[in-house]
């Protein structure tokens, strides 16, 4: 399948991003996180719906409301939050119609095929080389996020389970925030990996 | 709003929702940070427990099939394979933070030294004199234990084979240009072990590299390095330093991938050299 050509599309200047950035924070200073986060979860929804270059549909859906607020000057009558998801609802038609398309051309060329099962198509080859990976964007980290990751998906999953009670008091965090330490060391090293796999 | 059950979740994500719960979950997972944060644990506990290679109930059937037709699924199940052996030998090295309850350990050990001290000076002298037969004892068992391990390490190394050094045979490489046909012959002595490779970049260090050696005919990589750090050259030019094992050589075509990585682990692609082995 094709991947979704969002590149030709608006781009915002330096004025305008600092405005979306602006806007986004609601009257705080993030200094960007706000935005990284948004465009985080845009692109796992993309991604959950099995777009092409989720990261790529996320900055599409950041850029079209950073223009919108160039148009209009503000937006105040819906949060930020729910504002990039009406727009990223959008993108998404945008890019299932595209997919549709680029679909049926390519089926008339060749049957369509499902996936393999993910438990049986893993090569021992392709294997090894997302363990090397691995090592290496596990290697690219501090020694604490390092320990963090291994120490918190070795104890029994769920925010409640003791191992990751008892990982939360002796960095003396709360549950919620060890997940999110961990959670996002994990988004981090998934993305690392699969860099690595495309070269 | 109502709060959905872990199992709920995991419909939603399997596609197994109505549409217009669908709708209402797919929103709360833009607009809610703990929803989303929620949502990515039991996503994540789903596909480890998958790639553990747990026996299949409803949800990892679910699983199972939709991964079929996800590329993100596929992708998110290889790492949760390769990050599962690595859980059982991996480190603990994260600091403790000092707990209340350790506080009043220590507290409590010294306050029953305070107190053996003061027993022991109220004991007669014959205490002391046991006490320091006791550690002339102690000593001379850890001397004799001492002497026994060094023996045994004598016995080690007179046992195993002396090795040849390694014959590293080592090559230069110039900074890359656009056509990567352009190729540098490289004649490896047959009896060489090791290939060294000095790779020209045109970046100051410092930096972080990994390169990787490619068979472009076979369509495969046969060798990766680790992080590589850059040695100064000149102004502007760095020496990226690798040693490959000659074993992986063939007399054939192969072309060198290097790659910057940047603090967040990113790669960057940043050079292809490529080179002809001639073995002789």
Same mark, same amino acid.
């Given at each position: 399948? *094709? %991947? =979704?050509?969002? %590149?030709?599309?608006?781009?915002?200047?330096?004025?305008? =991003?600092?405005?979306?950035?602006?806007?986004?924070?609601?009257?705080? @200073?993030?200094?960007?996180?706000?935005?990284?986060?948004?465009?985080?979860?845009?692109?796992?929804?993309?991604?959950?719906?099995?777009?092409?270059?989720?990261? @790529?549909?996320?900055?599409?859906?950041?850029?079209?409301?950073?223009?919108?607020?160039?148009?209009?000057?503000?937006? @105040?009558?819906? $949060?930020?939050?729910?504002?990039?998801?009406?727009?990223? %609802?959008?993108?998404?038609?945008?890019? #299932?119609?595209?997919?549709? &398309?680029? &679909?049926?051309?390519?089926?008339?060329?060749?049957?369509?095929?499902?996936?393999?099962?993910?438990?049986?198509?893993?090569?021992?080859? $392709?294997?090894?080389?997302?363990?090397?990976? #691995?090592?290496?964007? #596990?290697? *690219?980290?501090?020694?604490?996020?390092?320990?963090?990751?291994?120490?918190?998906?070795?104890?029994?999953?769920?925010?409640?389970?003791?191992?990751? %009670? &008892?990982?939360?008091?002796?960095?003396?965090?709360?549950?919620?925030?060890?997940?999110?330490?961990?959670?996002?060391?994990?988004?981090?090293? $998934?993305?690392?990996?699969?860099?690595?796999? $495309?070269? | 709003?109502?709060?959905?059950?872990?199992? +709920?979740?995991?419909?939603?994500?399997?596609?197994?929702?109505?549409? +217009?719960?669908?709708?209402?979950?797919?929103?709360?997972? !833009?607009?809610?940070?703990?929803?989303?944060?929620?949502?990515?644990?039991?996503?994540? +506990?789903?596909?480890?427990?998958?790639?553990?290679?747990?026996?299949?109930?409803?949800?990892?059937?679910?699983?199972?099939?939709?991964?079929?037709?996800?590329?993100?699924?596929?992708?998110?199940?290889?790492?949760?394979?390769?990050?599962?052996?690595?859980?059982?030998?991996?480190?603990?090295?994260?600091?403790?933070?000092?707990?209340?309850?350790?506080?009043?350990?220590?507290?409590?050990?010294?306050?029953?030294?305070?107190?053996?001290?003061?027993?022991?000076?109220?004991?007669?002298?014959?205490?002391?004199?046991?006490?320091?037969?006791?550690?002339?004892?102690?000593?001379?068992?850890?001397?004799?234990?001492?002497?026994?391990?060094?023996?045994?390490?004598?016995?080690?190394?007179?046992?195993?084979?002396?090795?040849?050094?390694?014959?590293?045979?080592?090559?230069?490489?110039?900074?890359?240009?656009? +056509?990567?046909?352009?190729?540098?012959?490289?004649?490896?002595?047959?009896?060489?072990?090791?290939?060294?490779?000095?790779?020209?970049?045109?970046?100051?260090?410092?930096?972080?590299?990994?390169?990787?050696?490619?068979?472009?005919?076979?369509?495969?990589?046969?060798?990766?390095?680790?992080?590589?750090?850059?040695?100064?050259?000149?102004?502007?030019?760095?020496?990226?330093?690798?040693?490959?094992?000659?074993? !992986?050589?063939?007399?054939?075509?192969?072309?060198?991938?290097?790659?910057?990585?940047?603090?967040?682990?990113?790669?960057?692609?940043?050079?292809?050299?490529?080179?002809?082995?001639?073995?002789?």
């Amino acid at each position: 399948m *094709a %991947k =979704f050509d969002v %590149k030709r599309h608006w781009q915002p200047n330096e004025a305008a =991003f600092q405005r979306l950035l602006a806007w986004l924070d609601e009257g705080t @200073d993030s200094e960007g996180a706000r935005y990284l986060d948004i465009h985080d979860r845009l692109a796992h929804y993309f991604a959950r719906r099995n777009c092409f270059a989720p990261h @790529d549909l996320a900055d599409e859906t950041l850029n079209r409301v950073a223009r919108r607020l160039e148009e209009r000057g503000s937006i @105040d009558d819906v $949060e930020p939050a729910h504002y990039c998801y009406i727009m990223a %609802k959008f993108v998404l038609l945008e890019a #299932l119609r595209h997919s549709e &398309r680029q &679909r049926s051309v390519a089926d008339e060329l060749r049957g369509t095929e499902p996936l393999e099962t993910a438990r049986e198509d893993d090569s021992s080859e $392709e294997r090894e080389r997302t363990m090397a990976c #691995l090592e290496r964007c #596990l290697s *690219a980290r501090s020694p604490a996020e390092r320990a963090l990751i291994l120490d918190y998906y070795r104890s029994e999953s769920g925010t409640a389970s003791a191992g990751r %009670k &008892r990982l939360a008091d002796r960095l003396g965090l709360t549950a919620n925030s060890l997940a999110i330490r961990a959670w996002r060391i994990r988004s981090r090293l $998934e993305a690392c990996v699969r860099q690595c796999l $495309e070269q | 709003m109502t709060e959905h059950s872990n199992d +709920d979740l995991v419909r939603y994500l399997l596609g197994d929702l109505p549409p +217009d719960e669908t709708e209402r979950l797919d929103e709360r997972s !833009v607009t809610d940070g703990e929803f989303s944060l929620r949502l990515r644990e039991i996503e994540n +506990d789903l596909v480890d427990r998958y790639a553990r290679g747990e026996p299949f109930d409803a949800a990892l059937q679910g699983l199972d099939r939709v991964s079929r037709t996800s590329p993100y699924l596929k992708h998110k199940i290889g790492f949760a394979r390769a990050l599962s052996p690595r859980l059982a030998t991996g480190e603990r090295t994260v600091a403790r933070a000092p707990s209340a309850t350790s506080n009043r350990f220590v507290r409590w050990v010294a306050v029953a030294a305070m107190a053996a001290i003061t027993v022991g000076y109220l004991s007669v002298r014959n205490v002391r004199l046991r006490e320091a037969l006791t550690t002339v004892e102690a000593g001379r068992v850890a001397t004799e234990r001492a002497n026994a391990e060094l023996r045994q390490q004598l016995e080690r190394v007179r046992s195993t084979p002396v090795l040849p050094a390694p014959l590293i045979a080592t090559f230069q490489l110039t900074p890359p240009r656009r +056509d990567v046909r352009t190729e540098t012959i490289m004649t490896i002595p047959r009896a060489a072990t090791e290939v060294r490779l000095q790779l020209q970049v045109e970046l100051d260090v410092p930096n972080v590299f990994w390169a990787a050696l490619r068979d472009p005919g076979a369509g495969r990589i046969v060798w990766r390095s680790g992080d590589v750090t850059a040695e100064a050259a000149s102004p502007g030019n760095s020496l990226v330093v690798v040693t490959i094992p000659a074993s !992986v050589l063939a007399p054939r075509r192969y072309v060198i991938d290097l790659s910057r990585i940047d603090r967040s682990g990113s790669a960057e692609l940043i050079g292809q050299y490529a080179i002809r082995a001639v073995l002789e």
